[in-house]
């Protein structure tokens, strides 16, 4: 709900604009009547508000409606309507609006556990408000994004106060038949086509966006956010349904305290079992090999994990869903994770930097998750992580091996998964979709 109260700024500029209206009888009785300004103003309007007519007439007097915008009456001052650049900052810009170095200052201070005025992002928009523009500013509006601005306040009370518009949110649904690009497709068929960011997330592990043929069937269970009564961006997918060859593919969204993610109709994780990498970007300095010169000990002795290079700092991942069992440091490993997944699968990281902050032993980590920071403790000669993979207590060379898929949730999950995958199931039926007609 909207905030209906009227701010004391407000109420104080509106009270000075003083309308009055002299309605004259049929008899010549003269009645003065002075109008007051509803409590139910909203404190919050939307930008969109400045478009509005603002023209309106009591019999046939005119009356002007004051433009009403982050909850000012903009009339009532001077206004510099701009968008931050990237050589400025905000000290040059009120500057600029005669405001001096010492308020700026307190104005920063006093406002550290709110805004970083390092923040200021190139592009976004700002408003400055005078009352006379010799004596300096009194406000300053910045609006990152749609669903919060920042009031800056700059006389007396030096201060930045955030502001966040209230999010609503309502389920839709949404089908499509590919033609061209999935993009177009959905644009032209009416649904947002923002929504397949969302999609992708959902289906990222059973389709290939990039390579979508023409026929191919999508349907999805969405939120549509709102603010203020209009829509935003779609948020999370609760379902999906991707259709080809005649071959269904379902996502749906499962959430508890030790799961999450999308499941397929038999509850088993839509995401692969293990990924190949424990770090992104890097390469590959020393292999799984039997017979191997150890660098430091000058002696040829199994190398039972793969070496991949990067720099110092460089995040770790798990690469599958599981259980931590050590987190510590140890002879030549270093500092290193341990991880048991499913089955007889154990993963294990060495010379890290550092433990990511939580991750100690019988913590439950998702796949993707940061574990650790590379780096070169222990028997190392520069920073790298050390990947090495148990299979029925055996090491092995992860790369080339067909590893074993996720297991599906266990019973007492599948109990509360099940009524979840059949309401979305149900509405996934009902949606009708149908190839988009060309402009």
């Not at 920063?108 to 300096?136: C, E, H, W």
């Not at 995040?315 to 270093?334: H, K, Q």
């Not at 089955?343 to 010379?351: A, D, E, K, N, S």
């Not at 992580?385 to 207590?393: D, H, L, T």
Request: a positive charge; charged letters at 25%.
């Amino acid at each position: 709900m909207l905030n209906t109260k009227i701010p004391f700024k407000l109420r104080e500029q509106l009270t000075r604009l003083n309308w009055t209206w002299v309605i004259i009888g049929t008899l010549g009785l003269g009645l003065i009547l002075t109008l007051a300004v509803s409590p139910s103003t909203s404190r919050h309007l939307k930008a969109s508000l400045l478009g509005k007519d603002r023209n309106a007439s009591i019999g046939a007097f005119p009356v002007v409606v004051p433009t009403i915008k982050y909850g000012f009456a903009l009339d009532t001052f001077q206004v510099f309507e701009s968008e931050f650049q990237r050589s400025e900052n905000l000290g040059d810009i009120l500057v600029s609006h005669n405001m001096d170095y010492a308020d700026i200052d307190n104005l920063v201070r006093n406002s550290r556990d709110v805004f970083d005025v390092r923040d200021l992002t190139a592009g976004k928009p700002y408003l400055i408000l005078s009352k006379d523009s010799t004596q300096g500013p009194d406000y300053m509006i910045y609006e990152p994004n749609l669903y919060k601005y920042y009031v800056f306040h700059l006389k007396d009370s030096l201060f930045i106060e955030k502001v966040e518009r209230p999010i609503t949110t309502a389920i839709r649904s949404s089908g499509v038949i590919v033609e061209s690009s999935l993009w177009e497709s959905m644009e032209r068929s009416g649904a947002d086509p923002a929504l397949i960011k969302s999609l992708e997330e959902a289906l990222k592990w059973s389709v290939d966006f990039h390579h979508l043929n023409r026929g191919e069937e999508f349907k999805a269970v969405y939120d549509q956010n709102y603010v203020e009564g209009q829509p935003v961006d779609p948020g999370r997918v609760h379902a999906a349904l991707y259709k080809t060859n005649n071959k269904e593919n379902f996502a749906f969204y499962y959430e508890s305290p030790q799961y999450t993610g999308y499941y397929d109709q038999d509850g088993r994780p839509m995401k692969k079992g293990f990924l190949r990498a424990p770090v992104k970007y890097v390469r590959i300095s020393s292999g799984f090999n039997m017979r191997r010169l150890h660098p430091i000990l000058g002696t040829v002795r199994p190398h039972f994990g793969t070496d991949y290079a990067a720099p110092y700092g460089t995040p770790i991942i798990a690469v599958g869903d599981g259980t931590v069992l050590e987190a510590t440091r140890r002879g030549g490993n270093g500092n290193f994770v341990k991880i048991k997944h499913t089955g007889q699968v154990q993963t294990q990281y060495l010379h890290m930097q550092a433990f990511a902050r939580g991750i100690r032993p019988g913590v439950r980590v998702s796949q993707g998750q940061v574990i650790g920071y590379v780096g070169s403790t222990g028997l190392a000669t520069g920073p790298h992580v050390c990947f090495r993979f148990w299979m029925n207590g055996r090491q092995v060379n992860h790369n080339g091996l067909k590893l074993p898929p996720p297991e599906p949730l266990p019973k007492t999950e599948m109990e509360k998964f099940a009524p979840i995958r059949d309401k979305y199931m149900e509405m996934l039926k009902e949606i009708k979709v149908e190839a988009a007609v060309e402009p």
